[in-house]
């Protein structure tokens, strides 16, 4: 028969043996004392941190025969023995992961009416229950709403935000917490202890913070680490076997951003890499290092759970780095966690983070100049214009090439020959939108109503098939933009005019048969004086 795994082995029995959830065991203990005992719980948090043990403690404790209520689970009566051994009868686990269907819970509703067979209380225990469907969460709501005397439902979930507030509002919720570093710590040392393993309290730690808060993770790395018990489990020995880097990889990759060593912190890098770290492990490591410099920088060191040493380095790494820096190396490198997909290039996220870290940012640019005031002008139809024409008239123009303003160029006679060629216009046009959205983000989507028509002068004449469009492109701020985004890219200033035509089609560079004519000095000519011609004569 195979060995049992430890986290199996060492899974708690009473109350006393779960670690870091004593807000919720000492609530549970009392209503077990005072027989105020629920119908419905709701177990939620993070994975490995009791939930399921919680739950079996329950089931024990509302079935155990000792006399004194506090002592209970007992595990020694024939209940809490059949428990242990997963012979009780009474005590129905249901995985909901594969039991998602309505049909599932319909039979659940119909079997929780016969009363307990050897306890005092049927306990069903529901884990992952927001993998339920729509469907099974409404046959489940009224069996919770009014259930059995002689049942006890407990929920337990780790995606609390996925289980309705109908279900929610029916359990007594209950949420567990990560468990501190000391405290898996403690537990694993206990472990080891009774399996007479030899473990370094600093492999100890290792692990506990490998485990990221959870008990039953760190218990498994333990019992994957430790493949021989007479084989002394060292700091290096679980370095190497979980792939992380060594610490002083970590404390001088930070000494070289202090220092703005941009060659020593590559080397870093790729010297952890070489030695087998596993770079999301060692981007991890960096990330809680910085995080570690963070608090001792805005806090103070002794939120860190680290030796007195440890902290006297955090302090002074705090002392030496600014915070716009460290908090630029904490998104950088956190964000490469997230991208490390473990490619052909492993490391490279890692280094682009350090590159990123070191270098400065980019000054923003100067803010444009004020433009005085500009009298009213008259619209075209002679009439004053109105206070909105008139504030879009003397909107500041959009800042280009270092912050200076754009400046409208006047617009040339109609029939003009043409200042520009067209055809690279309509070529060109998909990024002219790309460029005029970076300024305006309500630009590019009005010019995709919009197509190159012509060019008359140094006038750019859009079609467009409704009078909303022509007014909304010909309002001074958005021509503006549409005009700094072309000069931008070709150098040139146009002005632009849009006018209405039946024929609009989303702008295709591969389509240019009617340009060439378009930019015909004669054809535009003939064209301004009302003559028809046909651009494929």
């Not at 024929?503 to 003559?531: H, K, M, W």
């Amino acid at each position: 028969m195979p060995e049992q795994a430890l986290y199996l082995k060492w899974r708690p029995l009473a109350f006393d043996d779960v670690v870091g959830q004593e807000h919720i065991t000492r609530t549970l203990r009392n209503a077990l004392a005072r027989k105020r005992i629920r119908h419905a719980y709701l177990f939620s948090g993070p994975r490995g941190t009791g939930k399921t043990t919680m739950a079996r403690l329950l089931a024990k404790a509302v079935n155990c025969t000792h006399e004194d209520a506090r002592q209970r689970p007992c595990n020694a009566c024939h209940n809490c023995l059949a428990i242990n051994e997963s012979r009780f009868l009474d005590l129905i686990e249901i995985d909901a992961a594969s039991h998602t269907g309505v049909d599932d819970v319909r039979d659940l509703r119909d079997k929780i009416a016969f009363s307990p067979g050897e306890g005092s209380y049927k306990v069903y225990i529901i884990d992952e229950v927001h993998r339920f469907s729509g469907n099974a969460f409404d046959a489940l709501l009224k069996t919770l709403e009014e259930p059995p005397d002689h049942a006890i439902f407990v929920l337990a979930t780790t995606e609390i935000d996925k289980v309705p507030a109908t279900i929610k509002s029916r359990c007594l919720q209950f949420e567990f917490r990560r468990v501190s570093l000391r405290e898996v710590s403690a537990r694993l040392a206990h472990i080891a202890e009774n399996e007479s393993l030899d473990v370094d309290l600093a492999a100890l730690e290792m692990i506990a913070r490998q485990g990221t808060g959870s008990v039953r993770d760190s218990i498994s790395l333990l019992d994957q680490i430790v493949t021989d018990p007479d084989e002394r489990v060292t700091l290096e020995l679980t370095q190497r076997l979980l792939g992380t880097a060594d610490s002083l990889h970590v404390r001088e990759l930070v000494a070289a951003l202090v220092a703005e060593d941009m060659a020593l912190g590559i080397q870093m890098i790729n010297t952890a890499v070489d030695a087998g770290s596993d770079p999301r492990q060692f981007g991890q490591q960096i990330v809680g290092f910085l995080r570690n410099v963070m608090l001792a920088q805005t806090a103070s060191a002794t939120l860190i759970e680290a030796s007195e040493e440890e902290r006297r380095q955090y302090d002074e790494l705090a002392r030496q780095l600014s915070r716009s820096r460290l908090l630029r190396a904490i998104r950088a490198f956190n964000a490469a966690i997230n991208k490390t997909t473990g490619g052909w290039q492993p490391q490279l996220e890692l280094e682009l983070a350090f590159i990123e870290s070191v270098q400065q940012p980019p000054e923003p640019a100067p803010p444009a100049p004020e433009q005085p005031a500009q009298p009213a002008q008259p619209a075209p139809s002679g009439r004053p214009l109105s206070r909105t024409e008139q504030a879009r008239a003397a909107s500041p123009a959009p800042a280009v090439n270092g912050g200076h303003a754009y400046e409208r160029a006047d617009a040339s006679d109609a029939g003009a020959a043409p200042a520009f060629s067209a055809a690279v216009i309509h070529q060109n046009w998909m990024n002219i939108l790309t460029q005029a959205n970076r300024y305006d983000r309500n630009v590019g989507p009005l010019l995709h109503h919009a197509h190159v028509r012509h060019i008359e002068g140094n006038r750019l004449v859009l079609g467009v098939s409704s009078e909303f469009f022509q007014q909304r492109i010909a309002t001074p701020d958005k021509a503006r933009v549409i005009e700094q985004a072309i000069f931008d890219l070709h150098g040139v200033k146009l002005r632009i005019e849009a006018r209405l035509f039946g024929d609009v089609r989303p702008p295709d560079p591969a389509q240019e048969a009617n340009l060439p004519a378009a930019e015909d000095p004669l054809i535009a000519a003939a064209r301004s004086l009302g003559g028809i011609i046909d651009a494929s004569s």
